[in-house]
């Protein structure tokens, strides 16, 4: 293949180049990945609305996350186990979206500790996504060096209580390499060649009650991840949240739940401007990200499409999968007749499709 350019150009050359049986766990999804497909597929039912004749000779791509400057509305999402992908792992992320001034959002599950990953992104804005697990005294340190590495929020992820199966890393004998270091996961055993659900320690029980536990201990703004209806919408608010991520594990977790592009707007809607909405899954191209800004996310995060380019090219392909989707997110608001984020609006699409909203 000749060289990338674009996102989809990056999953292509992972998939043909990364070891299939490693590869498996980036890629697939749970059950029989509708709503993996149902992700992707939700952006081409809505097209652009563009006004001409409107001055774009300046544009900025600059916008804002609760409160935190970020190059442009799209956001690194957190996905385990960088380490697999590439030598130095989340170090190379951190340093790419650094240098692309966008956030990343790292995970609980990385191979590298979360104080390491900061050094590494510098001044660049990070949130930790956290994984309440069992043992609270894990969870309370956790936190603690969160907050000592200058991580301005936490996203709790809240759509797996308990692990979707993932039929393709069954299919392919997807395993966790035993001396790969899990700092905030592994068991008190780390030789052994555990599975993915055994080295899950995440705890089932958590509750709406917990959400002010981990914001009261973590003395940080808490987003949380995973929401798709209205309902916990309005509950995530109440229980002050900062934000919520329209997110459904990148269709990992329950098969069949809406595309988060779908459940987008009961959750705008629910929330009605007390915090920030965020959408996650299937991004491929900056106009996906232009779409969920016109229907009322204020930013929206990539998770496959970062850890192909990894996995192709490490720190510079991570760099290049992100300056190209900035690029994209740029010459589409120019196009539409925008010059910043916050003037796209529900004008700027229209459905394909007659369009049921959800709710
Ligand atoms: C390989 C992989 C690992 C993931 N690990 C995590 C994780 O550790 N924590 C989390 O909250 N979400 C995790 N996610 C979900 C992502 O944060 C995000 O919701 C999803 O990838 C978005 O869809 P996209 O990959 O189509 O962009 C993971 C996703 C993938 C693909």
Not at 43 to 52: A, C, I, Q, V
Not at 72 to 83: E, I, K, N, Q, Y
Not at 312 to 321: A, I, K, P, Y
Request: aromatic residues 6%; hydrophobic residues 45%; charged residues 20%.
């Amino acid at each position: 293949m000749s060289e990338p350019v674009n996102a989809s150009d990056y999953l292509k050359l992972a998939a043909a180049n990364v070891d299939p049986a490693v590869w498996c766990y980036f890629e697939g999804g749970a059950g029989d990945e509708v709503t993996l497909r149902a992700n992707t597929g939700a952006y081409g039912r809505w097209r652009f609305r563009p006004r001409m004749l409107v001055d774009v000779s300046e544009i900025t791509t600059a916008t804002t996350v609760l409160g935190t400057p970020v190059s442009m509305p799209l956001l690194v999402a957190p996905f385990a186990m960088h380490g697999l992908l590439a030598a130095d792992g989340e170090l190379a992320t951190a340093r790419a979206a650094s240098a692309l001034g966008t956030l990343f959002c790292v995970s609980t599950i990385t191979t590298r500790t979360h104080t390491e990953i900061a050094a590494a992104g510098g001044a660049g804005p990070r949130w930790l996504q956290l994984y309440v697990v069992r043992d609270k005294q894990r969870t309370l340190d956790h936190l603690a060096e969160a907050r000592e590495g200058g991580y301005s929020a936490l996203a709790l992820t809240v759509d797996i209580p308990l692990l979707g199966r993932r039929e393709r890393d069954l299919k392919l004998g997807f395993q966790i390499p035993p001396d790969l270091p899990l700092p905030y996961i592994r068991g008190k055993d780390p030789a052994l060649a555990e599975t993915m659900a055994q080295h899950f320690q995440i705890n089932s029980a958590l509750t709406w009650r917990d959400l002010e536990w981990v914001a009261a201990e973590s003395r940080l703004p808490v987003v949380l991840k995973g929401i798709l209806t209205g309902e916990d919408a309005a509950l995530a608010v109440e229980h002050g949240a900062a934000g919520v991520i329209v997110s459904n594990h990148g269709g990992r977790q329950l098969d069949g739940v809406a595309a988060t592009l779908d459940a987008l707007p009961e959750v705008v809607a629910a929330v009605d401007g007390r915090c920030e909405v965020y959408v996650d899954g299937g991004i491929r191209r900056g106009g996906d990200v232009l779409k969920a800004l016109a229907l009322g996310a204020r930013a929206a995060l990539s998770g496959r499409a970062v850890a192909a380019a990894l996995a192709v090219d490490g720190e510079t392909g991570v760099r290049h999968v992100l300056s190209l989707l900035h690029d994209e997110i740029e010459l589409g608001l120019g196009l539409l007749g925008c010059t910043s984020p916050d003037q796209v609006t529900r004008v700027h699409i229209e459905p394909t499709v007659p369009y049921d909203p959800p709710g």
